[in-house]
């Protein structure tokens, strides 16, 4: 089962930030923080991970709490193209034997 | 962009017949998965491959499901006599191997099985 907690759903005005929060309380400390999208009924696409330094794409940025049982995931600008489940996944860095498992997110819907 | 493909993007079948899911990874990755999703569910976990053998496979894959890669390029999932519960979309997924590996899985667009 997934090892994280996410709110059901979310709605977001189009042009703010949306932030999708993520609980991970038993995180191990060599486990890292991916977060994923699917959008309808799209394959997932990778979205940022992190470990345990907030990090920066051109998709999105990560936040993670000091004692990494927490993250947030911010798309800066939401367009109504965001709108999509979006999934906080925690693993080992994936070397192949380590496959993603995912829960049932957050259900972004970015409003007009 | 290289780009994780699928067909046939849907396919319908009679229960217990034979189904043959393909997928082409992105070139020089050599993990490869298979996932899927029931209609209104979660993504799960089917299995995943690497060197020519499975590493790891979930308790969905049972002795119906078989995978392999016949040509170095194809990545198959095959379900030897499917059952209306099959129904669900399938997705392959790949990802890089070595200091490369960021741990992303690149996903194909899925292949939609319906089982009837």
């Known amino acids: 089962d997934a090892k994280t907690t996410q709110p059901p759903s979310m709605d977001c005005a189009e042009g703010r930030a949306a932030n999708l929060p993520c609980n991970h309380s038993?995180?191990?400390?060599?486990?890292?923080v991916y977060w994923y999208r699917q959008i309808h009924s799209q394959g997932p696409q990778y979205i940022i991970h992190?470990?345990?330094n907030n990090e920066t794409n051109e998709m999105a940025s990560l936040i993670i709490t000091e004692d990494r049982k927490s993250s947030t995931l911010i798309l800066p600008h939401a367009t109504l193209r965001d709108t999509a489940v979006y999934y906080c996944?925690?693993?080992?860095?994936?070397?192949?034997?380590?496959?993603?498992?995912f829960g049932k997110g957050t259900r972004l819907s970015v409003i007009a | 962009e290289p780009e994780v493909t699928q067909t046939p993007s849907h396919q319908v079948t009679q229960m217990g017949q034979e189904v043959i899911l393909r997928c082409v990874p992105i070139?020089?990755?050599?993990?490869f998965y298979w996932y899927r999703q029931i209609l209104g569910q979660k993504v799960e976990f089917l299995v995943s491959?690497?060197?020519?053998?499975?590493?790891?496979k979930s308790e969905i894959f049972d002795d119906q499901f078989s995978v392999e890669r016949p040509d170095g390029s194809n990545f198959t999932l095959k379900i030897r006599s499917t059952k209306l519960e099959d129904s669900a979309m399938y997705f392959c997924?790949?990802?890089?191997?070595?200091?490369?590996?960021?741990?992303?899985?690149?996903f194909g667009e899925g292949s939609r099985l319906t089982v009837l």
């Open positions: 491959f690497y060197n020519n053998e499975i590493s790891e």
């Open positions: 992190g470990l345990k």
């Open positions: 996944i925690v693993s080992r860095r994936n070397s192949g034997n380590t496959p993603l498992v």
């Open positions: 038993t995180i191990s400390g060599n486990e890292y």
């Open positions: 070139s020089n990755h050599l993990y």
């Open positions: 997924a790949s990802s890089e191997s070595g200091p490369a590996n960021t741990g992303e899985l690149f």
